[in-house]
């Protein structure tokens, strides 16, 4: 009995942390990585002064989302930009870009 508990415990929190990881995996794979980190600036903002600027806006996962498909500039300091997702080899789409807008609005 102990056991069965036990193993239902495990598939739910593996079930519950999948989907996180999952869209990490995704922004490695897609090369976010390369210029952003979750708790420190790199070349980009982090992910987490990201998600504490659009956290309390109610349009802040569709604006993260835009701006990862159509890129920006100058927004988090000058002479910096951020090349759009959408028209490199591989194609972003929105759903993609949506998921990382919501893994991105998690980092505290
Ligand atoms: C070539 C480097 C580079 C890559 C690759 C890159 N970014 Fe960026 N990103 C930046 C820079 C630089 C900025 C800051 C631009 C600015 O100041 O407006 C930025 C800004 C952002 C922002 C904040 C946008 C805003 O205007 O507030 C988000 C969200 C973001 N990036 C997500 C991503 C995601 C997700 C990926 C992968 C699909 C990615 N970035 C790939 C360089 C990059």
């Known amino acids: 009995m102990k056991q069965i508990v036990i193993s239902v415990l495990a598939a ?3 079930a519950a942390a999948t989907p996180a990881f999952a869209s990490r995996q995704l922004a490695a794979e897609r090369g976010c990585l390369e210029c ?7 070349w980009g903002p982090s992910f987490r002064q990201v998600a504490k600027y659009y956290r309390p806006l109610s349009d802040g996962r569709d604006r993260i989302a835009k701006r990862i498909l159509a890129g ?3 927004h988090w300091g000058p002479d910096r930009s951020m ?11 929105e ?8 893994w991105i609005l998690k980092q505290r």
């Open 12 to 14: 739910a929190a593996l």
């Open 36 to 42: 952003h980190a979750v708790d420190k600036e790199v």
């Open 72 to 74: 920006g500039a100058e």
């Open 83 to 93: 090349p759009a997702q959408a028209t490199k080899t591989y194609l972003m789409d």
């Open 95 to 102: 759903a993609d870009a949506k998921r990382l807008a919501d």
